[in-house]
Structure formats: C-alpha cells, structure tokens
C-alpha cells in the first residue's frame, strides 16, 4: 500500500527473510521490514544514517548482529533484548572501501569466521580480526580462477565447503590457494553438463 510504506511491504523484490525469536525481519529493494509473529503489519526500520528505503540485497545473522549487503557496501546492526528497534543505528563495516565493489550482492561467513562478500565485481574475504581484505577477481587465462565476476550466491555447507555461484559463469567449490598463492575453484558449468551457468541460488539438502 504506497499510501502506508512504513507499515506495509513495498512493490518489490524480497532478497531475503531471517528468523530471531518471535521476529522475522524482511530485506527488500526498499529497505528492511519487521514483522511480529501472530501480525499481519510490517514495520519499517530506520537504520540511521542510511536512508530508509536504501535496498537490502543480502543479510545474515552472526554473533548478536544483522549483517546487511546494499549498493552502499556492508553495515552491521545490533540487537537488543527486544531486536532491533524502529530507530536503529547501522555500523557500515570499516572494510567496506577495501571491498572490490560497493554494489553487495551475497555474503556468507565460513567456519572460520572469515566473511565471503560477493558484488557486481568480484569476491571479497574479508578477517574480521584483522581487517585484511583478499579480493578475488575473474581470470579468465586459469582453468582453477574465478570465471565470472557477478558473484550471484553463496553457500558454507556443513562440511565447511564454500560454494560460490556466478551469473554467467556456473558455480565454484573453493579449494584454498595453489602454489602460486593464487585464489582457486573448482568449477561446475557447462562443460560438466550443467544446463545453464546462471546461477541464482545454491540451497543444501537437508
């Protein structure tokens, strides 16, 4: 309903929905939605000073926070007792300039605790611990580098593997670094017989 954005979901896409307590919090193209289970209202969170309609592209909860993924890079927000408030601060996360693009699109934090950011550009791991940023680019001359640079999805499944999806150039399984210290993939598309090499989503069976 335009004529109530601040308590309805806006006319767009959903990138995502995550679950804490008796809360579910709503990404969309037009910022973030709560809804309080047993409601049929959303309500919309502020998050200063991001504008309120800023889009949401990916989120993930980790260790008390919200980490959220827009065109404006990587913000963190905290939850109190009650979640998080209407008028809510965000923290954009102090690495977000060293990213390889600002445009988030997939974020995933591994056993490690290292965070996978993947944008319009490029994948990102970023040590939270110190700070330091590796940025992983396409390579089209290696067999074992990154095949394309929209990092579209991305999957830490319970064995610890990470799973990264491309639009355009199939999914990678991350092997650690060769011997030239150089990022490597093994990678899944058509030549191994998959249909298409756009890739959406990457979804663990249970």
Do not use: C
């Not at 919090?25 to 289970?37: E, K, V």
């Not at 611990?129 to 579209?152: W, Y």
């Amino acid at each position: 309903n335009p004529e109530r954005p601040s308590s309805t979901l806006p006319a767009t896409l959903i990138s995502g929905m995550i679950e804490n307590g008796s809360q579910t919090y709503i990404g969309s193209n037009r910022g973030l939605y709560r809804n309080q289970a047993g409601s049929n209202e959303v309500e919309l969170i502020t998050l200063l000073p991001r504008k309120a309609s800023s889009a949401i592209k990916t989120m993930q909860v980790a260790d008390g926070y919200l980490w959220l993924g827009g065109n404006d890079g990587m913000w963190q927000v905290a939850f109190g007792a009650q979640g998080i408030a209407a008028d809510a601060s965000a923290t954009r996360a102090a690495f977000s300039d060293q990213l390889s693009d600002q445009r988030i699109v997939s974020f995933a934090i591994d056993q490690q605790k290292r965070l996978w950011i993947g944008t319009w550009n490029g994948l990102n791991i970023v040590d939270p611990a110190s700070g330091k940023v590796e940025k992983i680019l396409p390579d089209a001359k290696r067999t074992d580098g990154l095949a394309q640079s929209f990092i579209s999805t991305l999957l830490v499944d319970r064995r610890g593997r990470i799973w990264v999806g491309t639009s355009g150039g199939g999914v990678h399984l991350w092997q650690g670094h060769n011997s030239q210290g150089q990022a490597a993939f093994r990678r899944f598309d058509s030549s191994n017989g998959m249909p298409n090499q756009i890739i959406n989503q990457i979804l663990q069976d249970k």
